[in-house]
């Protein structure tokens, strides 16, 4: 596997009293798009701030590219693009007048690139026209053409899907999809809402209170195979009694006239003979996925607000 494009050892703000980002320790991989998952108030912002140099660390380290944004900042930040506050924009001028001007921020950026970006972008037919008639999702699109003139390995976009409608996030998905395909770029989002980093996301850490709770791939957590177990019996209590003996009972609760499981679907066979010896009458079972929102409550512990 190539180098990891970033890494954060033991990153740390803290303000008064608080780390309000705590020890963050992962590495981010060359050609994903890799998730800052957490609610409100996690810290996610704060990262990105300490990683493009918007504010200082209290301790710790980002390197990217094996570089240390400490030590050597400058040279750090030419390997990435980032959008962390409102991207800067000449609302009179168009598209292709403000690539131009802010190509001239980085040196060897030819007109070819431009055009390169532009259509990498899909901003072809549009470029023309002032960015004052441009909608969100096409600001940003010329936010992110922007951030990536200078052929940066990582792009990093704080909560990029926020204003945007669900179409405006698959284009968002499809082109951010398509820059670590044919740029090979690393590309950094953050968000509150699981359901959209399914969507955008190779992997996600998760961030809460400004801790890394875990790093997942979203594979991983679509397959979790953590489904629920339902089962509907005539003597409930006695169907608990029995497979608490089975099953871990910390795994088990009552729900209405329902018992619930945590266990694969693989197990109903089992737990249908062991309420049928038993004579307990059966009503139903099935299996039911957890959703992504749900796993995501467990994980954090339930303080997820959206
Ligand atoms: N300059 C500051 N002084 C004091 N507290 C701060 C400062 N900046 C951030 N915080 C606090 O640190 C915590 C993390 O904030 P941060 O903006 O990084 O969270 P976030 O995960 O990006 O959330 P959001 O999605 O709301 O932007 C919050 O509780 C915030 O109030």
């Not at 924009?89 to 007109?111: D, I, P, S």
């Not at 259509?119 to 072809?124: A, K, N, W």
């Not at 960015?131 to 699109?141: D, E, N, T």
Request: hydrophobic content about 45%; some cysteine; charged content about 25%.
């Amino acid at each position: 596997m190539s180098d990891p494009v970033l890494q954060l050892r033991n990153l740390t703000k803290t303000i008064g009293r608080r780390n309000i980002v705590d020890d963050l320790t992962f590495d981010i991989p060359a050609g994903e798009v890799f998730g800052f998952l957490g609610p409100n108030g996690a810290g996610k912002t704060t990262t990105i701030r300490m990683i493009v140099g918007l504010i200082s660390m209290s301790k710790g380290e980002a390197f990217i590219k094996g570089i240390s944004v400490r030590n050597h900042f400058e040279l750090a930040m030419t390997h990435v693009g980032a959008i962390v506050e409102n991207p800067e924009m000449y609302k009179f001028l168009t598209g292709y007048q403000n690539l131009v001007h802010f190509a001239r921020r980085h040196e060897g950026v030819t007109k070819a690139r431009i055009n390169e970006v532009v259509e990498l972008l899909g901003l072809q037919n549009r470029i023309h026209e002032k960015v004052k008639r441009y909608s969100l999702g096409m600001r940003q699109r010329l936010g992110v053409a922007q951030a990536i003139l200078h052929r940066p390995s990582l792009l990093i976009l704080d909560e990029p899907t926020n204003g945007l409608d669900p179409a405006g996030i698959r284009e968002l998905r499809d082109y951010l999809r398509k820059l670590t395909k044919e740029e090979g770029i690393s590309v950094i989002v953050s968000s509150h809402l699981l359901s959209e980093m399914e969507l955008m996301c190779d992997r996600v850490a998760i961030i809460q209170s400004g801790k890394l709770v875990d790093v997942r791939s979203i594979n991983e957590i679509q397959d979790a195979a953590q489904s629920k177990i339902v089962i509907e019996a005539g003597d409930l209590p006695a169907a608990q009694r029995l497979l608490a003996a089975a099953f871990d009972p910390a795994l088990m609760s009552v729900s209405g006239s329902q018992l619930e499981l945590t266990a694969d679907k693989s197990v109903i066979p089992h737990i249908a003979r062991l309420l049928v010896n038993a004579e307990i009458d059966v009503h139903g079972i099935h299996a039911v996925q957890k959703s992504l929102e749900e796993q995501f409550l467990e994980m954090t512990g339930g303080e997820m607000v959206v």
